[in-house]
């Protein structure tokens, strides 16, 4: 593979697997400050206000967003109030957009907007402050990193050099269903377990150019196995940034300590890292022996 930053690397191995599964009914759901569309409004007496979702005080809707993934509910929502609407979370007013079309060109007429917005708790410490580009905002670095996953993942070249392992995910995936069905032919597949697997030694093949089945973390002073890496870099961080800390929601209380919430995103964000670390140093002694041509892994 040719030479990459962190701006190749360390998003192959993360985001790919975390696009791949993310789906739902909604397709997209962007947060948007009110106090933004309020400006618009008195700037533009013609702009309608959106519908307001009925909570209660101080709350706001907070009691009826009591799943983690609150797509249902916006969905439910979205068929009373329209595709966009307003809710109230704690002492925040937000706008939800709950349709393709809509959030499209929110995000391309607002994007400076959205792109600048305030990250809970949990995102800021497993973003390292919006380092990563999905969630940085729309600045240099950002345009900086999308370029490199452009050019050395997703552009023609790039798709190339990578098709014979996309050809050995494929070939896999195709010997696991194949083998599950002589041996198994009544009993059920989870097929994402399969695909889920697959996918991340894709990433990480893409990333380092291998697939690292176990790796000696120093400091967790264990070996750590490829679904430990996969749950240090992917699994964790994807939980962790659903988690709620309510004070999120009352900044005006966050002096108030929290320390289950903190500890449990620290040992994520310290786990993810020291696995990382890791890889990196790994990755240097392969490339010092010229097994591997430099690539290059950063945190």
Do not use: C
């Not at 791949?20 to 948007?32: D, E, I, K, T």
């Not at 609407?85 to 349709?99: A, D, F, H, M, R």
């Not at 150019?209 to 994807?238: C, H, N, W």
């Amino acid at each position: 593979m040719e030479p990459a930053s962190i701006t190749t690397a360390l998003p192959s191995i993360q985001a790919t697997p975390a696009a791949a599964a993310v789906g739902g009914l909604v397709f997209s759901v962007y947060f948007m400050k009110k106090m933004f569309v309020d400006k618009k409004k008195a700037g533009n007496p013609n702009l309608r206000m959106v519908p307001e979702v009925p909570g209660l005080p101080v709350l706001g809707n907070l009691l009826q967003l009591t799943e983690k993934k609150p797509h249902k509910t916006f969905s439910n929502w979205a068929e009373t109030y329209g595709p966009i609407y307003s809710i109230k979370t704690g002492s925040s007013s937000v706008v939800v957009l709950n349709t393709t079309d809509v959030a499209k060109e929110a995000m391309v007429t607002k994007f400076a907007s959205i792109s600048t917005r305030k990250m809970s708790k949990a995102l800021s410490v497993l973003t390292q402050d919006k380092t990563m580009v999905a969630v940085s905002d729309y600045d240099d670095f950002h345009k900086m990193v999308k370029r490199h996953v452009l050019t050395n993942l997703l552009s023609p070249s790039a798709q190339k050099r990578l098709r014979s392992q996309r050809d050995m995910m494929v070939d896999n995936i195709s010997a696991q269903l194949l083998a599950h069905a002589k041996s198994n032919p009544e009993k059920a597949l989870n097929f994402r377990k399969v695909f889920e697997s697959e996918l991340f030694g894709l990433s990480m093949r893409q990333a380092i150019g291998k697939d690292v089945q176990s790796i000696y973390v120093e400091e967790l002073g264990t070996s750590v196995s490829r679904r430990g890496i996969f749950k240090a870099l992917v699994l964790d961080p994807m939980d962790g940034a659903i988690e709620v800390d309510w004070r999120d929601f009352f900044p005006y209380l966050s002096w108030i300590p929290n320390p289950s919430f903190e500890a449990k995103i620290e040992q994520m964000h310290y786990q993810r890292q020291a696995v990382m670390s890791a890889l990196i140093a790994e990755q240097k002694q392969r490339i010092a022996s010229g097994e591997v041509n430099g690539i290059v892994l950063t945190r």
